[in-house]
């Protein structure tokens, strides 16, 4: 059995779990019957949504952000650190994350 944790805003967990409470299921189970639905069926409610015009332009924002909060959460790189340029990250974290610059626009 694997556990998966996310960190979100208090605010953002009590809405959740007050939308979650009208359908009778915890926040828990909604992302464990996601999770199990996304395996079972072999896709992503966000398929397909950032494969076009501006979407895909969104999805690459979306992609080195997501990287840059993995480099935050590893430890690779301090929270507000300054550079030149706050979009792009630097060599060496994208080789640790296993990912090429191309990957997030660089």
Do not use: H, W
């Amino acid at each position: 059995m694997s556990l998966i944790q996310v960190n979100v805003d208090d605010e953002i967990r009590r809405r959740a779990d007050a939308a979650f409470a009208r359908c009778g299921i915890t926040t828990p189970m909604a992302m464990k019957m996601m999770v199990t639905q996304v395996a079972n069926e072999d896709r992503t409610p966000f398929d397909g949504l950032f494969t076009v015009g501006v979407a895909s332009e969104l999805a690459e924002d979306v992609r080195r952000d997501m990287v840059y909060a993995e480099a935050l959460e590893l430890g690779l790189i301090a929270e507000g650190q300054e550079s030149d340029d706050p979009t792009r990250i630097s060599a060496s974290v994208l080789e640790k994350l296993g990912v090429s610059p191309e990957e997030v626009g660089q």
